[in-house]
Every structure is written in structure tokens, then in C-alpha cells.
């Protein structure tokens, strides 16, 4: 009786796994790397550390013309359609609002408006990450010439169009 409670004794103190705990493990570990893979957690760690400054050029058109207050340099805007910053504006122009009809004979004619309408052109300078296929802005979100964004700064609420993208040298080195 002294050999069985001795020998009891020292499989209570020792720690055994069998096939059940190490499957266990096996699912925890499985349901953290979804969890991040879902929520694409290792794509905003990845591509948020290569993250470089672009050049943003934009079309906004046929506001109207009151609207131009709105546009200070400097001013932050967010993208509504991505839930990310889009950029910080550098530059922009006002133009009378532009319309193209075509007459009588198929010609088509420019036009601008007269009734207090404009179009902006600007530059925003954002951040994104530059690949092989375009640019993603945040770097999650692709944009290139040509996409549409709904955009919004403190003080007013638009959309644009992406006219051109540039890379340029990193501003906060």
C-alpha cells in the first residue's frame, strides 16, 4: 500500500499532454491567425510600415461658387467611401463651371456656366503604398485616375475625381 500511494504521488505532480490538448492548442492558434485575417489586421501592420507620400491631383465639379470658401490650403480631408484620410490639400484653382453640348451639326461646343456654378482643380498630398498594379491609398484602398471619392474636411462635403497620381519624396524626412 505504501508503493501505491508513493507512485500516485508522482503522476499528480507531473503534467501529462495527450492528442486532445495538443488539438486544442491547435484550434486557439487557428482562431487568432482568422481573427487578424479578418479584420486584416497583418495587412494594415505590413503595409502601413512601407506607407510613402503621394501627389493626388483632383476634378470637382459644378458647385457652387460660395463653396470656394471652403477650400483652404492645408485643410485635412477624409475619404467617406474608404474611412481613411485622403489628404492634406496643397493647392487649388477655380474655374467657371464647364459644359460640353453638342450643336446642330454634331459639333461639340464648351460652354461655362452663368449661374454662379465652378469647378476646383487641386493637389492633396496624401499617404499609400505604390505597387506594381496602382496605388492604395492608406495602403488598403485602390485608387488610380478616373475613381470617384467622397470626400469631406471640416467645412465642406464633396465628391471628386482622381485626375492624376505621383509619387513623391517622403516630406516628413
Known amino acids: 500500500m505504501g508503493q501505491e500511494n508513493?507512485?500516485?504521488?508522482?503522476?499528480?505532480?507531473?503534467?501529462?499532454f495527450n492528442i486532445i490538448d495538443f488539438l486544442i492548442v491547435i484550434v486557439i492558434i487557428g482562431a487568432?491567425?482568422?481573427?487578424?485575417l479578418r479584420y486584416g489586421l497583418v495587412e494594415k501592420v505590413t503595409n502601413q510600415s512601407a506607407l510613402s507620400s503621394a501627389r493626388i491631383s483632383f476634378l470637382i465639379q459644378d458647385i457652387n461658387e460660395d463653396s470656394s470658401n471652403y477650400f483652404g490650403i492645408g485643410d485635412e480631408f477624409t475619404a467617406l467611401d474608404f474611412s481613411c484620410d485622403l489628404g492634406e490639400l496643397e493647392s487649388r484653382q477655380f474655374i467657371p463651371a464647364e459644359a460640353f453640348i453638342t450643336?446642330?451639326?454634331?459639333?461639340?461646343?464648351?460652354?461655362?456656366?452663368?449661374?454662379?456654378?465652378?469647378?476646383v482643380r487641386g493637389t492633396m498630398i496624401g499617404e499609400g503604398t505604390f505597387t506594381e498594379d496602382g496605388f492604395l491609398l492608406d495602403?488598403?484602398?485602390?485608387?488610380?485616375?478616373?475613381t470617384t471619392i467622397h470626400m469631406q474636411s471640416a467645412n465642406i462635403d464633396v465628391f471628386m475625381t482622381v485626375t492624376a497620381?505621383?509619387?513623391i519624396e517622403d516630406i516628413n524626412k
Do not use: C, F, W
Not at 6 to 16: I, L, W
Not at 104 to 111: A, D, H, N, S, V
Open 6 to 16: 508513493s507512485s500516485a504521488k508522482k503522476a499528480k505532480g507531473k503534467v501529462r
Open 32 to 36: 487568432i491567425v482568422g481573427i487578424a
Open 103 to 119: 450643336n446642330q451639326y454634331g459639333e461639340i461646343i464648351k460652354t461655362h456656366s452663368n449661374d454662379n456654378r465652378i469647378d
Open 139 to 146: 495602403g488598403l484602398h485602390y485608387i488610380a485616375p478616373g
Open 165 to 167: 497620381i505621383e509619387q
